[in-house]
């Protein structure tokens, strides 16, 4: 059966705090409310993929373990088709966690070829923008003259 997936505002409304304005009132940012969004995605080697095969699972319970236990809150996985055989979304305030839960997926023997992407909402890009323009004030590209 269907069931509608939560809108893209219920992930990162529109007046969510900043990560820098949390880090300059010395804040944690799960303190002041911000979750970064990311996911993760990759492959399941031959052996894993046989394995599944022979002894069928639900690995999202597995998934949901150990990204729970590394602190960080898995808001979806999915199964796909095409270029990776997984993808996470998940939410967390830390990404050292986050990277720690990766680093034990990735040394299991299972899953090859991740990569995670970090989003962050469009008041965090103009923040990262702003800084940028500043810095670029004062930057001198290799070669340039």
């Known amino acids: 059966m269907f069931k509608p997936r939560p809108q893209l505002s219920e992930y990162?409304?529109?007046?969510?705090?900043?990560?820098?304005?949390?880090v300059r009132e010395g804040l944690s940012t799960s303190e002041n409310g911000f979750h970064p969004t990311g996911r993760s995605q990759g492959k399941y080697t031959q052996k894993a993929m046989?394995?599944?095969?022979?002894?069928?699972?639900?690995?999202?319970?597995?998934v949901k373990g150990l990204i729970e236990r590394s602190g960080v809150k898995?808001?979806?996985?999915?199964?796909?088709?095409?270029?990776?055989?997984?993808?996470?979304?998940?939410?967390?305030?830390?990404?050292?966690a986050a990277l720690s839960g990766l680093a034990v997926a990735g040394a299991g023997g299972g899953l090859t070829?991740?990569?995670?992407?970090?989003?962050?909402?469009?008041?965090d890009a103009k923040e990262a923008f702003v800084m940028a323009n500043k810095a670029a004030e004062k930057f001198r590209a290799p070669g340039a003259s």
Not at 12 to 22: E, G, K, M, R, V
């Open 12 to 22: 990162a409304p529109l007046n969510a705090p900043t990560i820098s304005s949390a």
């Open 50 to 62: 046989k394995g599944l095969v022979a002894n069928p699972e639900d690995p999202h319970k597995e």
């Open 74 to 96: 898995l808001l979806s996985y999915y199964v796909t088709m095409g270029e990776y055989d997984w993808i996470t979304i998940f939410e967390n305030s830390d990404p050292i």
């Open 113 to 123: 070829d991740m990569k995670t992407t970090l989003a962050f909402t469009a008041a």
